[in-house]
């Protein structure tokens, strides 16, 4: 980044980083095009299932997450995007980046995670913080259960000041118990995932 930059305050690159994905599972970007198309390949799931009944539920869900995804800085998200139906794991992991307010560094709000929100190193190599929160949400005309699980890593060279925060949301039935063995399995999943994260080397 150059002087000017750091002086009138443009965001600088975040760092290339590895993150290894599932067989099926893609690496998409928060943008106009993409919303559509993944909205048209989910119509044409539904017309297959003989379900385009949800179509309008489906365009309005898929407006609502993109929307979130530009408001909170999302600079990638990964999804499955190969899988019988039968397969299909209700996961989302999105990857935003993280400033800390008024110049100052994220500390203030790691320990804030951490004590108020169980955060903890989620590796040995202390690259991560994760913590989990559970909450509800209306999908449509339906409401359901989510886990969000998030990992937090600060971005190097910004002196802890900025950090890239993947947030990986379960979608489940409202009312199912955290020790549910889908949902251990599917936290598994997400854990796996980014236990594969590494920034890369410069």
């Given at each position: 980044m150059s002087l000017r930059d750091e002086l009138i305050g443009a965001p600088r690159t975040i760092p290339p980083y590895q993150i290894v994905l599932p067989?099926?599972?893609r690496?998409?970007?928060?943008d106009d095009a993409t919303e559509q198309a993944l909205l048209e390949q989910a119509k044409a799931r539904l017309r297959s299932q003989h379900r385009p009944d949800l179509a309008a539920q489906l365009t309005h869900a898929s407006r609502d997450a993109f929307a979130r995804m530009r408001?909170?800085?999302?600079?990638?998200?990964?999804l499955q995007a190969d899988a019988p139906d039968e397969q299909v794991m209700p996961i989302s992991i999105?990857?935003?980046?993280l400033v800390a307010p008024d110049g100052g560094t994220l500390d203030a709000q790691v320990s804030d995670l951490v004590r108020n929100h169980g955060a903890e190193a989620f590796n040995d190599d202390m690259v991560l913080v994760r913590w989990k929160v559970s909450s509800t949400r209306q999908?449509?005309?339906e409401r359901v259960g989510t886990l969000s699980i998030s990992y937090l890593a600060p971005i190097p060279g910004t002196m802890r000041r900025e950090g890239l925060q993947f947030v990986a949301v379960?979608?489940?039935p409202v009312g199912l118990e955290a020790d549910d063995p889908a949902l251990v399995k599917l936290t598994f999943v997400c854990d796996a995932i980014m236990s594969t994260f590494a920034w890369m080397p410069a």
């Open positions: 067989s099926g599972w690496e998409y970007s928060a408001q909170s800085s999302t600079i990638a998200f990964y999105t990857a935003s980046r999908l449509g005309a379960i979608l489940h």
